[in-house]
């Protein structure tokens, strides 16, 4: 069986439609979401972003 390793800091910009890839831009981190983690699939790390988001989305609307 092969190995996938996915490295790097992910970045979701949320409610957000423009174009900026490539662009250089200035964010400034809220809060931290988790630690770095091995994941057991692609699947497994699909859905730990998807709930990550829902989570920081839940955030931001308590902020508002």
Do not use: W
Request: hydrophobic content about 40%; some cysteine; overall charge positive.
């Amino acid at each position: 069986l092969g190995r996938m390793t996915v490295k790097g800091t992910g970045l979701h910009i949320l409610n957000f439609d423009k174009e900026v890839y490539g662009e250089t831009l200035e964010l400034q981190f809220l809060e931290f979401v988790r630690p770095e983690k091995r994941f057991e699939s692609l699947e497994a790390l699909k859905h730990a972003v998807h709930h990550d988001i829902d989570m920081r989305k839940k955030c931001i609307d308590k902020r508002i």
